[in-house]
């Protein structure tokens, strides 16, 4: 009922940036949560982002003070800031987005590639 398309991932060197996009679209009233998880080869997956309909968000403390998740206006759109990048953040990146209070169904997107280069 919820499509999750991203956008903006890539190779980048280390100290780089990148700027994530996630636009949900269909049943998206109800959203209340939206972010992202990263999952790199041999780990387990992890949430990075997480922001909530209030706007509080919150972040892995692996990329706090370099990474700032941000919702667009119409909430339902997320962005994800990523500054000063290291090649440890290289990974998949996952949108995903909780629709529903009481009973909460997650969505997913489809992930994008985020490689950064030493």
């Known amino acids: 009922q919820v499509q999750l398309v991203e956008s903006g991932g890539g190779l980048v060197q280390a100290g780089g940036s990148l700027r994530l996009s996630c636009a949900a679209s269909?049943?998206?009233?109800?959203?209340?949560?939206m972010g992202w998880y990263r999952q790199a080869p041999g780990k387990q997956r992890e949430l990075v982002a997480g922001?909530?309909?209030?706007?509080?968000?919150n972040y892995a403390d692996s990329v706090k003070g370099r990474f700032t998740i941000s919702r667009g206006d119409a909430k339902n759109t997320v962005y994800l800031q990523m500054n000063s990048l290291k090649p440890e953040d290289t990974a998949v990146y996952y949108c995903?987005?909780?629709?529903?209070?009481?009973?909460?169904?997650?969505?997913w997107g489809q992930g994008t590639q985020v490689t950064v280069s030493s």
């Open positions: 995903y987005a909780n629709r529903g209070y009481t009973y909460t169904t997650r969505y």
């Open positions: 269909g049943s998206i009233n109800n959203i209340n949560a």
């Open positions: 922001i909530i309909s209030d706007g509080s968000a």
